[in-house]
């Protein structure tokens, strides 16, 4: 039976600071633990808002060894760990609009868009959260780049603003400023401490343990047997973690540079970007969701040469021609966005000898498959990761007939927790093996 990776937390918290640490095997002894490390599953959620046109997205073969048209050309070099999904339908949108259609692409919940209270169902994220919750500093994140909203008036603007949902109907908002997220992540961390200083840190975290330690042998001759066991047990794992000690001065989880208070929407995409994969790779959270833009966001994709409005576009391209071209190429820069992050959560060794996008489920997606019309049924997506899960990649699935419902039920058997029902249409999980 494998043995699960020891807790960081004890410490941390033990030794007075505010210090993340990424899972490495360089910080466990590798003769006792290289066979039996397993490590934590992740979710991330990569939205972008005003559809995905299935022409430029879905591939025209099925299976391995697919063809990437225009939206997923920038995938290539991943295309082996990426798997474009067609057929499948977000069944909470009947109504059409975007309203309905974004607040349920993660709970699978029909909505009264004009009802007088906000009402929607638990998304995936949060059932993730849950089944987390005190395992990591914060049960999940949200983030997102704060984009003008066509329209932005009472329960709309939650509604198109707002991926993850609590019980209760309770909109959990993002955090739109790289800034503000830095701060959270990296509250009580000094990014500018010197080597002596991260040395004295690493003697006062020995001093602690040592206390502990001494505390556990005075305890020992004053209890019972079933406590001694117990404590024997507690003392272990403080002499475990004493040996790791002296092999985590250098596995800081270091700060990033410090984000500019107010950058523009490519630089907050970016920043985010870095953020996030700093949060995961730290084991901050193990849940993220991720909206580029609001649905309805009237973005404007100048630094690709072109002032016209993502929400425009996304109407305007049934007219074909050059705004046709230009709604593609920004599906195409948010899927070179998602790639990007993908390959820098390939690049990072995780406990168990995997890299952190083999445990991670990350599903780049958007709120309709014709947006022109906000039609949700047949709705692309791309899931990406998740090998170490059982998740088999590299190819194009589709699936007729099936819901997002289902798709989230996937999620959650790959995160291991038991749920056989999702929402309003969720009743069977999705297969990926």
Known sequence: MSRPVPSRRLLLQGAGVSLALPFLHSALPRAAWAQSITAPKRFLTYFIPNGLSPDGFVPTKIGPDYDLKTVLAPIAALQHRMTPISGISNKANPILTHEAATSGLLTDTEIEVYGVDLNNGISVDQVAAAANAGVTPFASLQAGADSPAFFDTGNSSTYIKTLAWAANATPLPNITSPKTLFDRMFAGIDPGLTEAQIAQRAVNRTSVLDAVLDRVNALSGRLG?????????????????????????????????????????????????????VALQCDMTRIITWMTSPSTAATSYDFLGFTDTHHALSHNYLNGGANLDKYMQIQAWNVERFTSLCQKLADITDADGNDLLAH?????????????????DELPCLLA???????????HRVFPGENYGNLHLAALQFLGIPQTTFGDHGYRAMTFT
Do not use: N
Request: aromatic fraction near 8%.
């Open 225 to 277: 047997t079933g406590d001694v066991a117990k404590l024997d047990q507690y003392a272990t794992a403080v002499r475990e973690l004493e040996v790791k000690i002296a092999l985590i001065e250098d596995l800081q989880c270091t700060a990033p540079d410090v984000p500019p208070e107010a950058p523009g929407f490519f630089e907050t995409v970016t920043l985010m970007e870095d953020l996030m994969v």
């Open 385 to 395: 990761g998740g090998e170490a899960g059982g998740i088999v990649q590299g190819q």
């Open 360 to 376: 991670t489920w990350a599903l780049f997606a958007s709120e309709f498959h014709e947006a022109g019309y906000h039609q949700s």
